[in-house]
C-alpha cells in the first residue's frame, strides 16, 4: 500500500510514488513525481493535499492500474503489431504492411506509443509527403496502417485512449493514372500471336476479371464445362482460402 511522499517543490506540492511500467514486454519499477496543486491559502500543508495523492495513487494500491507501456511507436510496431500481423494476416496483406512500415518508420523520430496524438500522427505523414510526392493510395495505405496498429494497441492495453488516427486528414497525394483497359479486338490480336498454355491463360484472365492470385490457384477440375469453382488463392508459396 502507498502512500507516496508529499513534498514542496518551488510553488507546488508535489508527490513522489512507484507505478510499474513495461519495458520491453517486461514489468519494472518507476519513480514518478506528480503535481497535486499549488502552494496556496487552500493547499498550506501536506496534509491539505493527501486526498489528491490518495486519488492518484488508488488504481495503484487497488491493484487495477495496468503496467504502463514505455516502447516508442516503433517499438511496438516492430516487436509486437508486425509479429501479430504475420501470423494472423495473409502473406500478401502483411508485405504491404512492411511496405507501409519501409515508408512510415523514418518520420517516426522516437514518439513514445503512450504519448502519440492526433497532431503526431498527421506531422508523421505531412512528412512522408514532404519527402516525396507519392500516390493518394500509398497515403491512405500508411494512414490505414497506423490505425490498425493504434487498434492492435488498444486491444492489448498497450495504448490508454481513443485511436489518435481516427482524426487524422490523409494528405491528397497524386491522382490516379488513368488506366488502360484492352478492347476485345486488342485482345483478339494477343491471342493470335500467343502459343498454349499462354494463349489459355490470357483468356482466363481477360473473360473472367479473376485477381492474379485466384487465377493462379484455379485447377482443372474447378471447371466444369459451364463455370469455374474459385475456391482458393495463391500468393508466391502460399494457398489458402480466397477473400
Request: aromatic residues 10%.
Amino acid at each position: 500500500m502507498q502512500k507516496g511522499w508529499i513534498f514542496q517543490r518551488g510553488k507546488s506540492w508535489v508527490v513522489k510514488y512507484y507505478e510499474t511500467v513495461l519495458v520491453g514486454g517486461q514489468p519494472r519499477k518507476r519513480r514518478v513525481l506528480k503535481r497535486l496543486a499549488p502552494v496556496c491559502r487552500e493547499y498550506q500543508t501536506p496534509t491539505s493535499v493527501e486526498h489528491l495523492a490518495a486519488e492518484i495513487l488508488a488504481p495503484i494500491n487497488s491493484k487495477t492500474a495496468r503496467p504502463a507501456m514505455t516502447d516508442t511507436l516503433a517499438q511496438f510496431i516492430e516487436g509486437y503489431y508486425l509479429p501479430h500481423c504475420k501470423a494472423e494476416l495473409r502473406p500478401s496483406t502483411y508485405q504491404s504492411y512492411q511496405t507501409a512500415w519501409g515508408l512510415l518508420q523514418t518520420h517516426i523520430n522516437g514518439l513514445r506509443l503512450r504519448n502519440v496524438r492526433t497532431s503526431d500522427v498527421e506531422g508523421i505523414l505531412r512528412a512522408l509527403a514532404a519527402d516525396k510526392m507519392r500516390a493518394r493510395t500509398t497515403f491512405a495505405n500508411c494512414r490505414n496502417f497506423l490505425s490498425g496498429a493504434f487498434r492492435y494497441a488498444i486491444r492489448t492495453d498497450a495504448y490508454a485512449d481513443v485511436n489518435p488516427v481516427r482524426e487524422v486528414k490523409t494528405p491528397k497525394g497524386l491522382r490516379p493514372q488513368h488506366q488502360h483497359a484492352y478492347t476485345l479486338d486488342e485482345l483478339t490480336a494477343m491471342l493470335g500471336v500467343v502459343d498454349e498454355p499462354a494463349r489459355t491463360v490470357l483468356l482466363t484472365f481477360a473473360l473472367t476479371g479473376l485477381r492474379h492470385c485466384e487465377v493462379r490457384g484455379l485447377r482443372w477440375e474447378d471447371f466444369d464445362g459451364d463455370q469455374f469453382n474459385v475456391s482458393r488463392s495463391v500468393w508466391g508459396k502460399w494457398i489458402g482460402e480466397t477473400k
